[in-house]
């Protein structure tokens, strides 16, 4: 059950969608809507444009999965690292959000297969640190709970950080940072790089190779994560995943990437 904090967090907003079955009505399909947790403000993947509607990569891929589905799509609007616990509670149906498929997380929730390949990154302010190798004795951001979370902690010490400042979303984040109080960020890249490319007083300075990939979360062993992998292999195969990654990254996607090749859905090792 939830507590009084919890649901003043959770805003749900509905999101247009792709006509659906002919024959359903909205009654119907208001019922039998696919919850969506994610977490608004994480760009290129799911934030809002200027009119105050919900858009990304993430969310035009959720409303062609629920078309293939015959159903719309709810999106519950959580903090990153409470989308887990949504997911296993069977709050949402399923969550997305550049979630990251990892064999710890595998241990407790589900994934469909992969639909982006990713690294981490640090993003730092005007005249500030090159890379890395810099940040010794200084302070580096985070979101909280996130892969760039985990990797900070885990090689805090290679790198000499004096602090590791975490965060909800990638917004508040980026204030501290342009103000100086914090002197670097490490998160996913593709995400950084579209948030920067207009903000000359930021700058990507260094990749940090990592090899995640990303894709959709769900109870374990939800028959829903089944079907949703069966649904990502057509929108492979008929191009649909290849023409939103060039939308949104200007860019089409290099052969071999999980973008366009059908693969295995994830499984605990």
């Known amino acids: 059950m939830q507590d009084n904090r919890e649901k003043k967090m959770l805003r749900k907003f509905i999101v247009p969608v ?7 009505g909205a009654a119907a399909q208001a019922q039998d809507a696919l919850e969506v947790g994610a977490n608004i403000g994480n760009v ?12 990304g990569f993430e969310v035009e891929l959720a409303n062609a999965v629920a078309s293939q589905l015959g159903r719309e799509v709810e999106i519950v609007n959580i903090p990153f690292n409470g ?9 949402i149906d399923m969550a997305m959000s550049s ?40 302070v ?8 760039g979370d985990m990797w900070a902690t885990e090689h805090a010490e290679d790198y000499g950080f004096a602090d590791i400042r975490r965060y909800e979303g ?16 490490i998160s996913d890249i593709p ?39 069966e649904i990502l292999s057509g929108l492979k195969e008929d191009g649909t995943l290849a023409e939103l990654h060039e939308k949104w990254f200007g ?7 999980s973008t366009v090749t059908v693969l295995d859905m994830p499984s605990a090792q």
């Not at 290129?44 to 858009?55: A, I, K, L, M, N």
């Open 18 to 24: 792709w006509v659906v079955a002919a024959g359903a």
């Open 44 to 55: 290129p993947w799911e934030f809002q444009d200027e009119s105050g509607e919900f858009v």
């Open 83 to 91: 989308l887990f616990s949504a997911v296993q509670s069977g709050r």
């Open 99 to 138: 979630i990251t498929i990892t064999d710890e997380r595998l241990q407790s929730v589900s994934f469909a297969q992969p639909y982006y390949d990713s690294d981490q990154s640090l993003t730092v302010g005007a005249e500030g640190p090159a890379s890395l190798d810099e940040m010794k004795d200084k």
């Open 140 to 147: 580096v951001g985070v979101d909280t709970g996130s892969t």
């Open 170 to 185: 990638l917004q508040p984040a980026m204030l501290d940072l342009t103000a100086g109080r914090i002197d670097g960020y």
């Open 191 to 229: 995400a950084l790089q579209y948030y920067v490319k207009d903000k000359p007083a930021l700058e990507v300075v260094q990749r940090i190779e990592t090899g995640e990939k990303y894709s959709f979360m769900f109870a374990k062993d939800a028959e829903l994560a089944t079907e949703v992998n």
């Open 251 to 257: 860019a089409a996607p290099e052969a071999g990437t």
